[in-house]
T-cell receptor, first 112, second 115 residues
Framework: DADVTQTPRNRITKTGKRIMLECSQT?????MYWYRQDPGLGLRLIYY???????NKGEISDGYSVSRQAQAKFSLSLESAIPNQTALYFC???????????FGSGTRLTVV | AQKITQTQPGMFVQEKEAVTLDCTYD???????LFWYKQPSSGEMIFLIY??????QNATEGRYSLNFQKARKSANLVISASQLGDSAMYFC????????????FGTGTRLQVFP
């Protein structure tokens, strides 16, 4: 099994719908992140969490919310999806070494 | 603000040749880390190599090496003996100040290896 699991892998949703992307990890890491990838823009940070009670906005948090249900679970929600949120979304974790990052396989989201 | 710049949108290299992918960074922090990731067409992010700002020697991992020039703020990836399977997007990234551990990514370079 993957260390960082994202579900679903692919999703097509309609404009205005609420959608949740889920991430679970078996790494035992406290730090978790949600990134978004658009063509030509690299990955940009949406939200990050250092523990269950510590959640912080990244550079592009508007239109998104997150929930850290447990150390191992970090969910990203789009309250009312819009077409420009069509992107590849990555969940990641990190340890305390400063270089121990693990990425999930990504969720490809299409908003029509 | 920290920033990563990758100026090569696309690169071509012949199989078995070496190729250098450029990365420059901007930071005022003394302690930082630099990463290279490979993203094949399947989409996953594959970690290749890491260089810490205090590491005196260039990092190497198999066919990958990182040419770290601190004064020039560059962290170029060198792939030796390119293989067809090296065709992918390559991203340079920097770990922000240690207590936040956020990664800042460049826009990537698409490498195509031809026979």
């Amino acid at each position: 099994d993957a260390d960082v699991t994202q579900t679903p892998r692919n999703r097509i949703t309609k404009t205005g719908k609420r959608i949740m992307l889920e991430c679970s990890q078996t790494k035992g890491h406290d730090r978790m992140y949600w990134y978004r990838q658009d063509p030509g823009l690299g990955l940009r940070l949406i939200y990050y969490s250092f523990d269950v009670k510590d959640i912080n906005k990244g550079e592009i948090s508007d239109g998104y919310s997150v929930s850290r249900q447990a150390q191992a679970k970090f969910s990203l929600s789009l309250e009312s999806a819009i077409p420009n949120q069509t992107a590849l979304y990555f969940c990641a974790t990190s340890d305390l070494t400063g270089y121990g990052y693990t990425f999930g396989s990504g969720t490809r989201l299409t908003v029509v | 603000a920290q920033k990563i710049t990758q100026t090569q949108p696309g690169m071509f290299v012949q199989e078995k040749e070496a190729v250098t992918l450029d990365c420059t960074y901007d930071t005022s922090d003394q302690s930082y880390g630099l990463f290279w990731y490979k993203q094949p067409s399947s989409g996953e992010m594959i970690f290749l190599i890491y260089q810490g700002s205090y590491d005196e020697q260039n990092a190497t991992e198999g066919r990958y090496s990182l040419n770290f020039q601190k004064a020039r703020k560059s962290a170029n990836l060198v792939i030796s003996a390119s293989q067809l399977g090296d065709s992918a997007m390559y991203f340079c990234a920097m770990r922000e100040a240690f207590n936040t551990d956020k990664l800042i990514f460049g826009t990537g370079t698409r490498l195509q290896v031809f026979p």
